[in-house]
């Protein structure tokens, strides 16, 4: 996709990848195992500026949430990042880079997409200082307000080796109808799409009609995300 930016400052690019178990099983937590059959999920936890020095608390709710969900917290690790790839203002307002390893535990298979769908919700909608930007069984996202030449030097992950992927799908973000943000760059947790929906505004207020009649405990929107943004919540 068409890429924008002013300066030496992108409108953001990604990649969604399917997280190889063989290279993250290394960050399991000390003491854990997971039976070889099993399979290992990783979702993206962004610590936020305003709650830097707090992700170990943070990381503990998050594990409360996901044992509620009846699937096992498996260990945290913090993505390496080069923040000297970027413009200092834009290093300078990075949130933390978490990503949180999860078994299925209780929850089976086909219940699974369905289980981390309403787990990636709640805790959007409960855990405030936290932005989750791929939280799904097969899909694990790193983006960053950066070119996409930028993307493998930021995150070193991308260059490593032993860091492996089945699929994988880049996309560099042109900002059109909203501004330059860490949480609207692309791609998104299952979404990977960049333009204009045109009954976009209907779209929400038919959701948020929806979410009022059906009671619901979490909000399925964004509070400011783009068209894309919200799509990618459906």
């Known amino acids: 996709h068409r890429g924008g930016g002013i300066g030496k400052?992108?409108?953001g690019a990604g990649i969604m990848?399917?997280?190889?178990?063989?290279?993250?099983?290394?960050?399991?937590?000390?003491?854990?195992?997971?039976?070889?059959?099993?399979?290992?999920?990783?979702g993206n936890a962004w610590v936020l500026p305003e709650m830097h020095g707090n992700a170990l608390r943070l990381q503990?709710?998050?594990?409360?949430h996901i044992v509620e969900a009846g699937l096992k917290p498996m260990g945290w690790r913090k993505?390496?990042?080069r923040p000297d790839v970027l413009p200092s203002h834009v290093a300078q307002s990075m949130p933390e880079f978490w990503q949180v390893l999860m078994a299925r535990n209780f929850v089976g298979e086909e219940e699974l997409r369905k289980a981390m769908y309403l787990l990636r919700n709640q805790l959007g909608g409960?855990?405030?200082?936290?932005?989750?930007?791929?939280?799904?069984?097969?899909?694990?996202?790193?983006?960053?307000?950066?070119?996409?030449?930028?993307?493998?030097?930021?995150?070193?992950?991308?260059?490593?080796?032993?860091?492996?992927?089945?699929?994988?799908?880049?996309?560099?973000r042109y900002s059109t109808n909203t501004t330059p943000k860490f949480?609207?760059?692309?791609?998104?947790?299952?979404?990977?799409?960049?333009?204009?929906?045109?009954?976009?505004p209907a779209n929400v207020n038919a959701v948020r009609d929806f979410e009022r009649a059906a009671r619901?405990?979490?909000?399925?929107?964004?509070?400011?995300?783009?068209?894309s943004a919200n799509l990618d919540r459906m």
Request: net charge negative.
């Open 216 to 227: 619901l405990f979490f909000k399925i929107l964004m509070r400011q995300g783009s068209d």
């Open 126 to 172: 409960e855990m405030h200082g936290m932005y989750f930007p791929s939280f799904m069984p097969d899909t694990l996202v790193y983006k960053n307000l950066c070119s996409g030449t930028e993307l493998p030097e930021v995150f070193p992950d991308l260059k490593d080796p032993d860091f492996k992927t089945s699929a994988a799908i880049f996309h560099r």
């Open 79 to 81: 993505v390496p990042v």
């Open 60 to 64: 503990r709710e998050v594990d409360e």
């Open 17 to 42: 990848v399917r997280p190889d178990r063989k290279f993250f099983e290394q960050f399991i937590s000390p003491g854990l195992q997971l039976p070889e059959a099993e399979r290992l999920m990783v």
């Open 9 to 11: 400052q992108s409108d």
């Open 183 to 200: 949480a609207l760059a692309q791609p998104f947790g299952v979404v990977v799409h960049n333009g204009e929906i045109n009954t976009n």
